[in-house]
């Protein structure tokens, strides 16, 4: 049989294990997440890039009529 004190040491270790592997995860998730929103962020301003290109070339267009 185990030491009260032992056992509450070993429940103590276990949790600070589970704790830091939790922590892991969830910097991994936070890290995936924030990569995600940058490449959001480079397709958006390719579209938005795009987007002026295509205005510049109507208002053109139109200051021809």
Same mark, same amino acid.
């Given at each position: 049989?185990?030491?009260?004190?032992?056992? +509450? @040491?070993t /429940?103590?270790?276990?949790?600070?294990?589970?704790?830091?592997?939790? @922590? +892991?995860?969830?910097r991994?998730?936070?890290? @995936?997440?924030i990569a995600?929103l940058? +490449? /959001?962020v480079t /397709?958006?301003?390719?579209?938005h +890039?795009?987007?002026l290109?295509?205005q510049?070339c109507?208002?053109?267009? &139109?200051? &021809?009529e």
């Amino acid at each position: 049989l185990m030491d009260p004190m032992d056992r +509450a @040491a070993t /429940q103590r270790q276990k949790r600070m294990i589970k704790n830091r592997e939790s @922590a +892991a995860r969830s910097r991994e998730r936070k890290q @995936a997440y924030i990569a995600e929103l940058e +490449a /959001q962020v480079t /397709q958006l301003e390719e579209e938005h +890039a795009e987007l002026l290109r295509e205005q510049v070339c109507f208002w053109f267009c &139109l200051s &021809l009529e």
